[in-house]
């Protein structure tokens, strides 16, 4: 089970970027998949999810408005459209397929990870 994601990079505020998640070795379609991020010195925190269809999904509170979480089933990838970014969604940014196929927030349900992507945002 492979989950590599890409996209990250050094952005101004106000920027935006893509990131991908791309999915190998796992039944992607019917996987609840997130996104996390880690900044350093903090905890790993939930940014958005998606269920399994692509019908329903959540986001923190702080990503409300800005950010848009999707996926493509046929090619077993995951995207999170970063826009407005600020100095503060500065992280890794991870993507992790859940046990299950629902759009949870809860990171103990997720049990496939990736290897993350750096976000960087100047202000």
């Known amino acids: 089970v492979q989950l590599q994601a890409s996209g990250g990079g050094l952005v101004q505020a106000g920027g935006s970027l893509r990131l991908s998640c791309v999915v190998d070795?796992?039944?992607?379609?019917?996987?609840?998949m997130g996104w996390f991020r880690q900044a350093p010195g903090k905890e790993r925190e939930f940014v958005s999810s998606?269920?399994?269809?692509?019908?329903?999904?959540r986001y923190t509170e702080s990503a409300k408005g800005r950010f848009t979480v999707s996926r493509d089933n046929t090619k077993h990838i995951l995207y999170l459209q970063l826009t407005s970014l600020e100095p503060d969604d500065t992280a890794v940014y991870l993507c992790?397929?859940?046990?299950?196929?629902?759009?949870?927030?809860?990171?103990?349900?997720?049990?496939?990870w990736g290897q993350g992507t750096q976000v960087t945002v100047s202000s």
């Open positions: 992790a397929a859940a046990n299950g196929p629902h759009a949870t927030t809860n990171q103990w349900e997720y049990n496939r």
């Open positions: 070795g796992l039944a992607f379609g019917v996987r609840g």
């Open positions: 998606i269920n399994a269809s692509g019908r329903t999904t």
